[in-house]
């Protein structure tokens, strides 16, 4: 698997935000690190609440309710193999 590179180009790509995974209380809880990560340098974030295949799993999801992954540009373009990046760090 390549590496998924933490740029704000595939963070735009990202697919979870729409994804029956991704519940309702985490995106509200959420909203003001994602909006802290765009505008910061995201190479140089530790963990962020989207765009799993680059970083580690959730810390806030943990019920499988459906990855839209497969339907994802960076999932495509990085050749990835696998799905629920946010709840196994590097895909299960
Ligand atoms: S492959 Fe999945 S985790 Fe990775 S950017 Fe796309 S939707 Fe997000
Ligand atoms: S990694 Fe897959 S299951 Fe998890 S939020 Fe993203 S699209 Fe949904």
Not at 30 to 38: E, L, R, W
Not at 64 to 74: N, R, S
């Amino acid at each position: 698997m390549s590496q998924v590179a933490r740029s704000k180009e595939n963070l735009g790509k990202c697919m979870c935000m729409k994804c029956p995974t991704y519940t309702f209380m985490c995106k509200m809880r959420n909203m003001p690190g994602n909006m802290m990560a765009m505008m910061g340098d995201l190479e140089k974030k530790e963990h962020v609440e989207a765009m799993y295949c680059a970083f580690e799993q959730s810390r806030c999801m943990d019920e499988e309710k459906g990855c839209i992954c497969e339907e994802c540009l960076v999932h495509k373009e990085n050749g990835l193999d696998k799905a629920y990046y946010c709840m196994a760090t590097g895909g299960r």
